[in-house]
C-alpha cells in the first residue's frame, strides 16, 4: 500500500517536474543566447562563412573601421535595403568588433551624401587611417579586397618594361595582362607602363617591376637600367619564355639563374582537356606565397628555371611539376613523346624565388618560366590568379596580405517542370493532409472500438 501510494505520488508530481525542467532549460538558453552567438554555415558552397582571406586581411588590420552605408528605409525596387547590409556586415563584426557600421538617408540627408561622392541608393563608404573606399556591390570579394585596400596604407605601384614588344599590362589581347592588371587594381595597385628608352633610371619609386619576354631585343644601354635598379634592392618579377632571351642575359647572370632549353610537356594537361605543352602544378616548395596554397595552376608554354651556386642569393623552388611532366628538347607539340636520349625527365621545376639583404633591404625577385602564366587567355586557368596576386604581394612586401582571394559563391538552383512544380504541390497541399486524416481517422475508429 506504501509503495502504491508512492506510485501515485510520482504520478501526479511528474508533470510538474516536466514542466519546471523545460522551463528551467528554456530559460537557460535564453540567458546563453543573449551572452554567446553560435552560427552554423549549412549552405553547400559556405555563403555565409568568410573564407581564409578575409579572416587574414581582418587580423592584419589595425585600429577601427567605419562603415557608413548610404541607404533609405524602404527601396521602391528593392526594398529594404538595410536589413541585407546589417546581415552581411555582421560576419565582419564577428572577427572585427570594431568595425562600425552607420546608416545615412540619403533622401533625408542629400547634403551628406553629395558631400561623400555616394551615386547610388545602398553605396557603402569604408573609412580607415585617414582613407576611404566606395563599394556599390554588396559581396565577399568587393568587400574584402576594399579592406586589403585600405591595409596597404597606400598604393603599391607596378611598372611594366615597354618598348620591345612586351605584354602589356593594360592590353585586351590573348597574350596580354590586361586583366590581371585590373584584379591588381581592386587589390591596391597601381600600375604603368615604363619605357626605358625615355627615362634615365628606374623611377625609385617603383616598388615592383614586371618584366616580360621582349619581341626585339633591349639595348644594352635599357638593359643595364635594369641591372642597376636590382642593384639598388629593387623587386623583379620575370615571366620567362622558352628561346631567346633578347638581350636579357645580363640580368639571368645578375640573379644566378641557370636556363636548361626546352618546353615543358605535361601528359597531365592532355587529362584535363589543354595542350600537352601546358605544364600543371600543384607542388610548390615551403615559401611565403605558398603557404596556404594547394590549388592547382597552369603554364602554357613554360621553360625550366635553375640556379647557379651563388651565395648572393637565397633561391626557393616555388613551383614544380609532377614527374610524368619532362623537358621537351625536340619538336614540342602533341606528339611528343619522351626520349631518354635528349629529353629530361620530370619533376621540372618552373619557378623560382629569390632573396637577398641588399642596402639594408630583403630584396625580393620571383622568375616564372611561362609568359602566358598570367595573359588574358590564362588567367581564368585553375589558381593562376590567386598565385599571381599573391606573388605580387610578396614582392610588395605584403607578405601578411598573401591568401586565396575570395571568390562570389554561386548556390546551385534547381529547375522545375510544371508538370514537377504540380507534383510537389499536390503533394503537400493534398496527398499530405488527407494522409494525416486518414490516420487521424483511424486511431480515433479503434479508440472508439476499443
Not at 526594398?79 to 546581415?87: A, H, N, S, V
Request: charged share 20%.
Amino acid at each position: 500500500m506504501k509503495n502504491f501510494s508512492r506510485l501515485q505520488f510520482w504520478l501526479r508530481c511528474h508533470p510538474r517536474i516536466y514542466v519546471l525542467l523545460l522551463l528551467g532549460i528554456a530559460s537557460a538558453a535564453g540567458v546563453l543566447s543573449q551572452r554567446h552567438f553560435w552560427q552554423w554555415d549549412v549552405t553547400q558552397n559556405g555563403r555565409h562563412t568568410l573564407s581564409q582571406a578575409s579572416r587574414n586581411v581582418l587580423r592584419e588590420l589595425p585600429g577601427a573601421v567605419s562603415v557608413t552605408a548610404y541607404a533609405t528605409l524602404q527601396d521602391a525596387q528593392l526594398g529594404d535595403l538595410r536589413r541585407p547590409i546589417r546581415d552581411f556586415l555582421a560576419r565582419y563584426q564577428g572577427l572585427k568588433p570594431d568595425l562600425v557600421l552607420n546608416f545615412i538617408d540619403p533622401a533625408a540627408r542629400p547634403d551628406l551624401a553629395r558631400a561623400a561622392g555616394v551615386r547610388v541608393n545602398g553605396e557603402l563608404v569604408l573609412s580607415h587611417g585617414g582613407r576611404s573606399e566606395h563599394l556599390t556591390t554588396l559581396n565577399e570579394q568587393d568587400f574584402t579586397n576594399a579592406l586589403m585596400r585600405l591595409a596597404r596604407g597606400h598604393e603599391r605601384l607596378v611598372m611594366s618594361v615597354s618598348g620591345h614588344g612586351e605584354r602589356r599590362l593594360d592590353g585586351g589581347a590573348p597574350h596580354d595582362l590586361g586583366e590581371f592588371g585590373r584584379q591588381l587594381a581592386y587589390q591596391g595597385f597601381r600600375s604603368a607602363a615604363l619605357s626605358l628608352a625615355l627615362v634615365p633610371e628606374v623611377p625609385a619609386g617603383v616598388n615592383v617591376l614586371l618584366l616580360t619576354q621582349p619581341r626585339n631585343p633591349i639595348p644594352p644601354g635599357e638593359m643595364d637600367k635594369i641591372r642597376r635598379y636590382l642593384a639598388r634592392g629593387g623587386s623583379l618579377l620575370w615571366l620567362l619564355e622558352p628561346g631567346s632571351l633578347q638581350g636579357l642575359q645580363p640580368i639571368a647572370e645578375a640573379l644566378g639563374l641557370a636556363l636548361t632549353p626546352g618546353v615543358v610537356i605535361d601528359p597531365a594537361a592532355r587529362e584535363a582537356g589543354f595542350a600537352l605543352t601546358t605544364a600543371v602544378a600543384a607542388q610548390y616548395g615551403p615559401h611565403a606565397v605558398t603557404a596556404q596554397f594547394d590549388l592547382v595552376t597552369l603554364y602554357p608554354h613554360a621553360r625550366a628555371v635553375g640556379v647557379n651556386d651563388d651565395p648572393g642569393w637565397h633561391a626557393t623552388p616555388l613551383i614544380e611539376t609532377s614527374a610524368r611532366a619532362w623537358l621537351e628538347n625536340g619538336v614540342a607539340d602533341e606528339q611528343a613523346a619522351f626520349d631518354a636520349a635528349q629529353d629530361i625527365p620530370g619533376p621540372v621545376v618552373i619557378g623560382l624565388a629569390l632573396e637577398r639583404e641588399q642596402e639594408d633591404v630583403r630584396q625580393r625577385v620571383a622568375v616564372i618560366g611561362s609568359g602566358d602564366f598570367l595573359a588574358n587567355a590564362a588567367l581564368g586557368n585553375a589558381g593562376n590568379l590567386d598565385l599571381g596576386i599573391n606573388l605580387f604581394n610578396w614582392l610588395a612586401g605584403d607578405a601578411k596580405l598573401i591568401s586565396i582571394q575570395p571568390k562570389s559563391t554561386l548556390d546551385a538552383s534547381l529547375n522545375i517542370s510544371k508538370s514537377g512544380a504540380m507534383a510537389i504541390a499536390s503533394g503537400f497541399l493534398v496527398i499530405l493532409p488527407l494522409s494525416f486524416f486518414a490516420i487521424a481517422a483511424l486511431v480515433w475508429h479503434r479508440r472508439r472500438n476499443s
